[in-house]
């Protein structure tokens, strides 16, 4: 199996600051047919996953523009530009190229 | 807007089988070229996939659950079940439906989750 690894594990970062997330893969993420099948997910509290981003950098219908995903191969970053407390939650990445996919371990994301 | 619910009981007893159901609107389950999956999350702790349904009945599941779980549609409702045998402690979660096979883009839909406790 992929394994996937998220880094950090817990992010205390500060309103209107920037925050970044990585994720490594075990394996190159690149399918056979030239797409990337890196996804992001949200968590907020209580609340079930979202999907934010999907092939590496494509932002879900309603994600805000300040949420973007980027890389290649086996590391992949997702950036927040400008945190916002609606950000708060836990953020899981996602390998959907190699059988059977995997999350990632998650970053709880908080504010100081 | 597609939307999931998942519905069951939210209490079930060691060693039997948990059932929940998802009811599909917005979007048909038979059409699509949609996968339709199950995924659960245990308190605290990160997802776990479980199982899917093709649009056209087939099915896959995860390797550590497999002899236990059993994935199906009913089309006339719109609906897709999944079923756990000989349920432990260690199965308590909330219990996710979504659109998407666990594979390339993920899920872009999710149901709000149903907390499902297992205990006697």
């Known amino acids: 199996d992929v394994v996937m690894t998220q880094s950090p594990l817990s992010l205390p970062v500060t309103l209107g600051q920037p925050a970044s997330i990585s994720c490594r893969s075990s394996?190159?993420?690149?399918?056979?047919?030239?797409?990337?099948?890196l996804n992001w997910f949200q968590q907020r509290p209580g609340q079930s996953p979202r999907r934010l981003i999907y092939k590496v950098s494509n932002r879900d219908s309603g994600v805000p523009d300040r949420f973007n995903g980027s890389g290649s191969g086996t590391d992949f970053t997702l950036k927040i530009s400008r945190v916002e407390a609606e950000d708060v939650g836990v953020y899981y990445c996602?390998?959907?190229?190699?059988?059977?996919?995997?999350f990632g371990q998650g970053t709880k994301v908080e504010i100081k | 807007q597609v939307q999931l619910q998942e519905s069951g009981p939210g209490l079930v007893k060691p060693s039997q089988t948990l059932s929940l159901t998802c009811t599909v609107s917005g979007a048909s389950i038979s059409s699509g070229n949609y996968y339709w999956s199950w995924i659960r999350q245990p308190a605290g702790k990160g997802l776990e996939w479980i199982g899917r349904?093709?649009?056209?009945?087939?099915?896959n599941y995860n390797p550590s659950l497999k002899s236990r779980v059993i994935v199906s549609m009913d089309t006339s409702k719109n609906q897709f079940s999944l079923k756990l045998s000989s349920v432990t402690a260690a199965d308590t979660a909330v219990y996710y439906c979504?659109?998407?096979?666990?594979?390339?883009?993920?899920?872009?839909?999710w149901g709000q989750g149903t907390l499902v406790t297992v205990s006697s």
């Open positions: 394996q190159s993420l690149v399918h056979s047919d030239g797409n990337t099948y």
């Open positions: 349904i093709y649009t056209s009945g087939n099915t």
């Open positions: 979504a659109r998407g096979g666990y594979s390339k883009s993920g899920f872009d839909y």
């Open positions: 996602m390998q959907g190229t190699h059988w059977l996919g995997t």
